[in-house]
């Protein structure tokens, strides 16, 4: 059974800087893609991606000031955020599939999410 589980979510001051992190059991990690998204109202987006082969994909949003990377070894996807807006304010989502679905909310499996806020 498939699990994804968000944490690393807090409150901060805008500016600030926060990185979470999905911990991943239940199927083959390293062959899995795997995003972030996030939700502030009636929307959900994407944030960021990496595919089976690592390569990261961002939304123009975050492009600068997000950083997602795996390590394989943990089972473990993460999103460093740095310069962080109010209007990054939302519930950030863990998802993964074992097709890339960017920037589709198609992915097979999610997490419960980690709540983000910024203060300005």
């Known amino acids: 059974q498939v699990h994804l589980v968000e944490s690393g979510g807090d409150s901060v001051q805008a500016g600030g800087s926060l990185r979470l992190s999905c911990a991943a059991s239940g199927f083959t990690y390293n062959r899995y893609s795997m995003a972030w998204f996030r939700q502030a109202g009636e929307w959900r987006e994407g944030v960021a991606a990496v595919?089976?082969?690592?390569?990261?994909i961002y939304a123009d949003s975050v492009k600068g000031r997000f950083t997602i990377t795996k390590d394989d070894a943990k089972h473990t996807l993460y999103l460093q955020m740095s310069g962080l807006k109010p209007e990054d304010t939302a519930m950030y989502y863990c998802?993964?599939?074992?097709?890339?679905?960017?920037?589709?909310?198609?992915?097979?499996?999610w997490g419960k999410g980690t709540q983000v806020t910024v203060n300005s």
């Open positions: 998802a993964a599939d074992d097709a890339n679905w960017w920037p589709s909310l198609r992915y097979k499996y």
């Open positions: 595919d089976g082969d690592g390569g990261p």
